[in-house]
């Protein structure tokens, strides 16, 4: 199994800018989880879907921010306008009941 | 609101040495922990995974031991090897009826040859 996909591996771009990251989860998981890492607040759960469903975006920082799952092997993270901190490592993570298991990240750097 | 804490923060280690790595945590109300591995521009490893039932789990040169109602963990490794350099991190998981995991902020380890 190639595990989690993520895309791109690293993102440069200007203030408010739209961005796009993208995530192939592990074949046959029915949980995908988005997170985010920063040096000042660790890592942190943005959302999580069940079976293609958001479950729980209490994390998700603002309105500039948007997930979708439009089927069980795609999901995409959205920020529109990006702002330079919102620059943070975004790991994407799938899982079968429980453990998770990540995707080696996209840096995301917003300047 | 739960919190995590890992302490320390950072530590280097001489090859050969068994370490302690600690985690804490705010409310015991969980349904389990986990010890995970980072490495450097990598995502994460599962490492150890305990549930709120157990006391401990072992794999290979780690043993990890939770004690809840003191709201600790702590990860054991032993004879240390270059390898083992990465950051190390806790998670603990909310009761059932949430994936939400509440990750502590690491402890950075380096194991000098």
């Known amino acids: 199994d190639a595990g989690v996909i993520q895309s791109p591996r690293h993102e440069v771009t200007e203030m408010g800018q739209e961005v796009t990251l993208r995530c192939k989860p592990i074949?046959?998981?029915?949980?995908l989880f988005w997170y985010r890492q920063t040096m000042m607040r660790g890592l942190e759960l943005l959302i999580y879907?069940?079976?293609?469903?958001?479950?729980?975006d209490s994390g998700m920082p603002e309105d500039r921010f948007s997930a979708k799952m439009p089927n069980a092997s795609f999901s995409t993270l959205k920020i529109q306008p990006s702002e330079p901190r919102d620059s943070a490592v975004y790991f994407c993570?799938?899982?079968?009941?429980?453990?998770?298991?990540f995707g080696p990240g996209t840096r995301l750097t917003v300047t | 609101k739960q919190e995590v804490t890992q302490i320390p923060a950072a530590l280097s280690v001489p090859e050969g040495e068994n370490l302690v790595l600690n985690c804490s945590f705010t409310?015991?109300?969980?349904?389990?922990l986990q010890w995970f591995r980072q490495d450097p521009g990598k995502g994460l490893t599962s490492l150890l995974l305990?549930?709120?039932?157990?006391r401990e789990q072992t794999s290979g040169r780690l043993n990890a031991s939770l004690d809840k109602s003191s709201g600790r963990s702590t990860l054991y490794i032993a004879a240390s090897q270059p390898g083992d350099s990465a950051t190390y991190l806790c998670?603990?998981?909310?009761?059932?009826?949430?994936?939400?995991?509440?990750f502590g902020t690491g402890t950075r380890l380096k194991v000098l040859a």
């Open positions: 998670a603990v998981r909310r009761p059932s009826g949430t994936y939400k995991y509440i």
């Open positions: 993570a799938s899982s079968v009941k429980g453990d998770p298991y």
């Open positions: 879907f069940n079976n293609n469903v958001p479950i729980d």
């Open positions: 305990i549930q709120s039932s157990q």
């Open positions: 074949s046959g998981h029915d949980y």
């Open positions: 409310d015991s109300a969980i349904y389990n």
